[in-house]
């Protein structure tokens, strides 16, 4: 529950209603909303297919993470979060009645998580009001100051936040790496340099040095590679009926058909020795030498196949070893 930039979790609500603190919860809310707070869903595309199934083709073609929170706000000028901006992309899909949106600008251009919005600072002119009614889309970059309020009917949106794959975590990763392989750059500064020049100008050199190092030791090429990983899995685990088929992996035969997860993100790479299979925000190795058996697993999609119909130098026992070892792992699913 939030009124006026208050949170409240649900966790806290009932607390007027003693033992039955639980079993009121829901009386709590409605007392909340009744008095001008909006019900905020979190995250509600991990509990409803539909969302589920949205956010998981807008991943898949944008290659960024996707939230979806709802917002139910009652009629009369009521207000969730007073002036603030996202440290994310926002797209507002308006679903019932009406919202009016205050934009204020975005006055620091593309903050991020750790700059969270300063209330305690001046909040800029209005630059546009637009009202949003059912079937409405509105796109806020990152750093955009807003306000909605409702009018006079209660109000109904999906906010969908996007999470792509940032530069400055891409280049801390790679900065994190050089780091924990290079005892260099895990040193102190020298005793008493702050009341040394000498000890100063020694440690200006020894920095000067390490960022040459720095600079060398950093890929572009790599930390592209790395970051093509990270998109490739960077939805949540899709693992609809995974209980079910741990269970069963037993009883799988031969002639089982599985088939590849419907709309999984995956990626193969192969080494000199591996084939690397990347999904789930996980890599699976294998041997080099059944890269033609994975790449039938793979390329045979979700139309379903068996561990006899795969193609390959690899022997039937082997096709089966392989196919057990990818419904274990999430990549395939039986049925």
């Known amino acids: 529950m939030v009124v006026e930039g208050q949170e409240t979790p649900m966790s806290e609500l009932g607390g007027a209603y003693g033992r039955n603190r639980d079993v009121n919860r829901l009386e709590a809310l409605y007392e909340r909303y009744r008095s001008g707070s909006t019900v905020v869903l979190n995250s509600l595309e991990r509990r409803w297919e539909p969302l589920r199934l949205l956010t998981s083709a807008m991943s898949a073609e944008v290659n960024a993470r996707f939230q979806v929170n709802v917002y139910l706000t009652p009629p009369g000028q009521a207000r969730g979060f007073n002036p603030h901006y996202d440290t994310h992309d926002v797209i507002i899909l308006q679903a019932h009645g009406t919202k009016r949106w205050r934009l204020y600008g975005a006055p620091y251009a593309l903050p991020l998580e750790s700059q969270k919005y300063e209330h305690s600072r001046d909040v800029p002119e209005v630059e546009q009001e637009i009202d949003l009614r059912p079937g409405s889309l509105l796109y806020l970059p990152r750093g955009t100051i807003h306000a909605p309020t409702s009018t006079d009917t209660a109000s109904l949106h999906l906010t969908i936040g996007i999470h792509p794959v940032l530069v400055p975590g891409v280049l801390q990763d790679a900065v994190r790496q050089v780091i924990d392989e290079d005892e260099r750059f895990r040193t102190g500064l020298p005793i008493g340099f702050a009341n040394d020049k000498e000890l100063q100008r020694r440690t200006e050199e020894t920095l000067a040095e390490l ?8 890929s572009p090429q790599e930390m592209t590679a790395k ?5 490739i899995s960077i939805s949540q685990p899709e693992l609809r009926g995974h209980l079910t088929d741990l269970e069963n992996l037993p009883q799988l035969g031969p002639g089982t058909t599985v088939r590849r997860r419907p709309g999984l993100r995956w990626g193969m790479t192969l080494t000199e020795d591996l084939v690397e299979l990347e999904f789930h925000n996980k890599t699976v190795q294998l041997p080099i030498h059944v890269a033609d058996e ?7 999609g979700e139309s ?3 561990a006899a119909s795969i193609t390959g130098g690899l022997d039937q026992p082997g096709c089966l070893v392989l196919v057990q070892t990818l419904v274990r792992e999430g990549f395939l699913t039986c049925g």
Do not use: D, I, Q
């Open 294 to 300: 994975v790449r039938y697993v793979t390329e045979s």
């Open 211 to 218: 960022v040459e190092v720095l600079a060398a030791r950093l």
């Open 304 to 306: 379903g196949f068996t």
């Open 227 to 231: 970051s093509l990983k990270r998109a």
